[in-house]
């Protein structure tokens, strides 16, 4: 029961910003929002997480609106190594963390 | 640094026979460590999670089993496999109050 909705796929051109968009209105004031991916095959590789403000890191940016339902992960020049499927999760301090469907992202050459 | 093992990558079994999933991690003293399974094209399920040696909360009602009989080695088995148990299974761990979560590189399970 994953508390987020993302659309289950997306297209974007190698080189240009890939926004990932993902809906958290049942999000509690003390719940992060974290976005994960997940190569073909591979474990899912932490991104980036935030709680009320927006958030940058080398991977990428976050963005999280002032009432907080939703989100937007952003990569700033996408490459063909980051297609994968993008999980957008929300949190707090729990010692689990549940994974919906996700969106899968495709980048184009 | 604080590294992950997960072992085997690939495992093809019969229906009916047990099952053992090794993960161990290194780098750090009692982190909080979880069992996930992904069937395929599907999202990840959480099937156990560890706070410490002993320490073993299953998510869901099924015919696997979790144990953590040292603060970093967490064990997934089963007595006996049936076809549904077919997936990729996903050791991951983390810091205590810091739920940003490390991912093992998967077992892929195949019940014949």
């Known amino acids: 029961d994953a508390k987020t909705t993302q659309p289950p796929s997306m297209d974007c051109a190698e080189g240009r910003a890939a926004n990932l968009p993902c809906n958290h209105s049942?999000?509690?004031?003390?719940?992060?929002v974290y976005w994960y991916r997940q190569i073909h095959s591979q474990g899912p590789q932490y991104i980036i997480h935030g709680l009320k403000n927006n958030e940058t890191n080398e991977m990428a940016s976050l963005i999280i609106t002032e009432d907080r339902k939703s989100s937007t992960l952003i990569l700033p020049h996408a490459t063909l190594r980051d297609t994968a499927v993008y999980y957008c999760i929300v949190l707090y301090n729990n010692n689990d963390m549940r994974f919906g469907a996700g969106t899968r992202l495709t980048v184009k050459p | 640094s604080q590294t992950i093992h997960q072992w085997p990558a690939t495992l093809v079994q019969p229906v009916g026979s047990p099952l053992s999933l090794e993960c161990t991690v290194e780098?750090?003293?009692?982190?909080?460590l979880y069992w996930y399974r992904q069937a395929a094209g599907r999202g990840l399920q959480l099937l156990f999670y560890?706070?410490?040696?002993?320490?073993i909360s299953s998510e869901v009602p099924q015919n696997l089993s979790a144990s953590r009989p040292q603060d970093r080695q967490f064990i997934l088995s089963s007595k006996k496999l049936l076809l549904s148990d077919s997936g990729f299974y996903l050791c991951a761990w983390s810091v205590y109050k810091d739920e940003k979560l490390f991912f093992g590189s998967g077992t892929q399970l195949s019940v014949l």
């Open positions: 780098g750090t003293s009692n982190p909080n």
């Open positions: 560890s706070v410490g040696i002993g320490q």
């Open positions: 049942t999000i509690s004031g003390n719940e992060y």
